[in-house]
């Protein structure tokens, strides 16, 4: 029973601080791409870099990644740090997208963690899955959320 709880316990700690180094690694992975874009494509004019574009297209490879990753014998518990990185930049690209209407952004981000619930479920994932899920839309909201 003490192993169980030490367990528990460990990942309640491994998780979050993980995770957000995984979120870290994202952001920086992000801005080495944009940075490249810019740099190569867009010297002459770089505030006319498409930063939508390839937010919203590095996010859709990192959920890819990730799915690609599920299939692998990796542990649950890394496969949930590594949850953290796509799942977070996933909402973010959505709610910097419909910033200018905060109700889409807002619907549009419970609707992606009620899909990513769902399939929790549906395929019968650990506790884990779910904590990391939170700790995303967390994550995610306090970074991109507007501000007034």
Not at 28 to 55: C, D, H, Q
Not at 78 to 87: E, Q, S
Request: charged share 10%; glycine share 2%; net charge positive.
């Amino acid at each position: 029973m003490k192993s169980n709880n030490r367990s528990k316990l460990l990942s309640l700690v491994l998780i979050p601080t993980c995770g957000l180094l995984v979120l870290a690694l994202c952001y920086l992975g992000y801005f080495a791409v944009y940075m490249f874009i810019e740099s190569v494509f867009f010297t002459n004019n770089p505030t006319s870099v498409p930063a939508g574009i390839i937010r919203s297209s590095y996010a859709i490879v990192l959920i890819a990644v990730y799915l690609l990753l599920l299939r692998t014998k990796l542990s649950d518990l890394i496969k949930t740090i590594i949850l953290i990185g796509p799942m977070t930049m996933l909402i973010i690209t959505v709610i910097l997208t419909l910033y200018l209407t905060p109700v889409f952004a807002a619907l549009s981000t419970i609707l992606i963690t009620a899909f990513c619930i769902f399939l929790m479920y549906k395929y019968r994932k650990p506790w884990i899955y779910y904590y990391a899920s939170a700790i995303s839309v967390v994550a995610a909201i306090a970074y991109a959320w507007p501000r007034s």
